[in-house]
């Protein structure tokens, strides 16, 4: 059964500057068990929430199946860590994901290509191994919460 692994929603940017000065700390409690999604705005409590340049890109979704072993959202810095969802296969589809508390659905508008932090943060070629395979860009289409745990999926066009 598909499931949502890892939740991310973190109010700062740990990647600023060059790779090669690490990232910025950790806030606290950036991973959650629970996510509050607004249309059209992102998760509520994350950097990119209702930012305009972000609208259609204020959810990045990205499929456990694409990592390294051992990474997660707190390197990748992608909000949703799906299982059994080949979420890179969904451009230009709307996702529907009910983790318990109703359906939200997601517009998935492009993919959200690796960047060379993850040379740093992971290991040495991660960068060039998720070509293809780093994720997608999303805007909420409905309100909504999303846990982790099982979650049912469905996909329109």
């Known amino acids: 059964m598909p499931r949502i692994v890892q939740l991310l929603a973190s109010p700062v940017h740990r990647y ?13 409690g950036e991973l959650v068990d629970r996510v509050e999604l607004r249309a059209g705005l992102g998760i509520v409590g994350d ?44 451009v230009g589809r709307v996702l529907t994901l009910d983790s318990g508390d109703g359906p939200v659905r997601l517009r998935v508008h492009r993919a959200a290509p690796p960047c060379a ?11 060039k191994a998720m070509r293809r395979r780093g994720g997608v860009r999303c805007s909420p289409l409905t309100d909504g919460v999303l846990r982790v745990g099982p979650v049912t999926v469905s996909v329109d066009d």
């Not at 932090?117 to 960068?127: F, H, I, K, M, S």
Request: net charge neutral; proline share 15%.
């Open 16 to 28: 600023v500057g060059r790779p090669a000065d690490g990232p910025a700390p950790a806030p606290p």
């Open 47 to 90: 950097r990119y929430f209702g930012r305009p340049a972000h609208r259609q890109a204020s959810v990045t979704l990205i499929a456990r199946e694409s990592l390294p072993p051992g990474a997660d959202l707190t390197q990748l810095r992608r909000n949703v860590l799906t299982e059994g969802i080949p979420v890179d296969d969904l």
């Open 117 to 127: 932090w993850l040379d740093v943060v992971v290991a040495p070629g991660t960068w």
